[in-house]
Each structure stands twice: as structure tokens, then as C-alpha cells.
T-cell receptor, first 115, second 111 residues
Framework: GAVVSQHPSRVICKSGTSVKIECRSLDFQATTMFWYRQFPKQSLMLMAT?????????EQGVEKDKFLINHASLTLSTLTVTSAHPEDSSFYICSAPLRGQETQYFGPGTRLLVL | GQQLNQSPQSMFIQEGEDVSMNCTSS?????WLWYKQDPGEGPVLLIA?????ELTSNGRLTAQFGITRKDSFLNISASIPSDVGIYFC???????????FGTGTRLTIIP
């Protein structure tokens, strides 16, 4: 199957700082990538759709100015959590669809802890 | 956002037993996907279903896409310790690639 990587795998930061998470499709190109957030013992909730060459589209209730998304190339999308607060602590997961198979492959996730 | 309802929420079984879980929705999906998530990891795709009524197997796993396109089930035969984890169904709304995830079924194997 296709491989999606994320970096870093975990990050601890102080409240008020910004954190950047990278998502890369390693062996295929992805014009679209998706960012999810998962709180403990809960399901994945879609935050936004990252579009290469255009603005990201955000799900209802997700602040676009707080969660900045940049789809820099056909293999890289970044999510920046700006002015992070403890309530932003969560597991952030990206995914990329593999054209032709109509399936999505997920990265290993990034655990963010804001102190 | 919308979620799919999965049942059961959790299962405690003995090694070797068969497992069955299902996923229901009030909306139609044209693609159903089943994923397994281990603690601290991203979901891993198990089975993809593209056609109503389709029955697909992957080793000891079998999944079916319901005729109404509003449900799907996943069966695991002869469970082994590495089957432990959380299983999620996910539906795709007409090719826009935005997945809606189920609430998850947590599988635990009792020694």
C-alpha cells in the first residue's frame, strides 16, 4: 500500500507557541490531503481538506486562523497550530487519497501536548 | 460532524473466537472502508468496498457493503492476539474523498 509519513511523531510545547506538523506522501502524489483530530477514546474528526495550489477548506467549527494549512507540493502538506493552548492537545492525523483505488492512506499521527 | 454508528462499542473475546461488528448510517455512501487503529498509531486500511452487496475478504477478514448502501459489516474469523485494537468503519460521500468515520469498536482478547 501507499505510505504516508508525519513529522514529528510527538511534540510537547508551551502554551502560546506555534507548532508545525508535516504530512508527506512518500511514494505517490496527492493533490488533496486531509487533516483529522482524535481525542482520547474517540473517533477521528475531519478538520480540513488541504488542496495543492489553493486554499484549504475547513470543516464547520474549525478555526482557519488557528489551524493554518499549507499544501506546499504534491507530496507535502503542513498543519500549523498557532498560539497553542492545552485544549489543543490531541492526536493529529493526516491522510491522502490514492487515485484509482479510491481509498485513503493515513499517516502514523502526531501527538501534541500543550503545557 | 456526522458520524457512523458502530456496534458493538467494545468486545471481549477469547483467542480463536470469531468476531462480527457492524456500521450503520442514515445516509448513503458509495464507498465503505474498514480500518484498524493500534494505540498511538494512525489507522491502517483493512478492506475497501465499492459496490452495494459486495462481499470482500482479506485473509481472515470479511466485509460486506449493504444493499441499501447504509450499512456494512466486518467479520474476523479465528481471532489472534494481534487482532486487538480499535476498528473503524468509514464512508465516502460520492467520491469527494471526505471520509465520515464510525464511532469505533474496541476489540480485546482475553487470555
Amino acid at each position: 500500500g501507499a505510505v504516508v509519513s508525519q513529522h514529528p511523531s510527538r511534540v510537547i510545547c508551551k502554551s502560546g507557541t506555534s507548532v508545525k506538523i508535516e504530512c508527506r506522501s512518500l511514494d505517490f502524489q496527492a493533490t488533496t490531503m486531509f487533516w483529522y483530530r482524535q481525542f482520547p477514546k474517540q473517533s477521528l474528526m475531519l478538520m480540513a481538506t488541504s488542496n495543492e495550489g489553493s486554499k484549504a477548506t475547513y470543516e464547520q467549527g474549525v478555526e482557519k486562523d488557528k489551524f493554518l494549512i499549507n499544501h506546499a507540493s504534491l507530496t507535502l502538506s503542513t498543519l500549523t497550530v498557532t498560539s497553542a493552548h492545552p485544549e489543543d492537545s490531541s492526536f493529529y492525523i493526516c491522510s491522502a487519497p490514492l487515485r484509482g483505488q479510491e481509498t485513503q492512506y493515513f499517516g502514523p499521527g502526531t501527538r501534541l501536548l500543550v503545557l | 460532524g456526522q458520524q457512523l454508528n458502530q456496534s458493538p462499542q467494545s468486545m471481549f473475546i477469547q483467542e480463536g473466537e470469531d468476531v462480527s461488528m457492524n456500521c450503520t448510517s442514515s445516509s448513503i455512501f458509495n464507498t465503505w472502508l474498514w480500518y484498524k487503529q493500534d494505540p498511538g498509531e494512525g489507522p491502517v486500511l483493512l478492506i475497501a468496498l465499492y459496490k452495494a452487496g459486495e462481499l470482500t475478504s482479506n485473509g481472515r477478514l470479511t466485509a460486506q457493503f449493504g444493499i441499501t448502501r447504509k450499512d456494512s459489516f466486518l467479520n474476523i474469523s479465528a481471532s489472534i492476539p494481534s487482532d486487538v485494537g480499535i476498528y473503524f468503519c468509514a464512508g465516502d460521500n460520492f467520491g469527494n474523498e471526505k471520509l465520515t468515520f464510525g464511532t469505533g469498536t474496541r476489540l480485546t482478547i482475553i487470555p
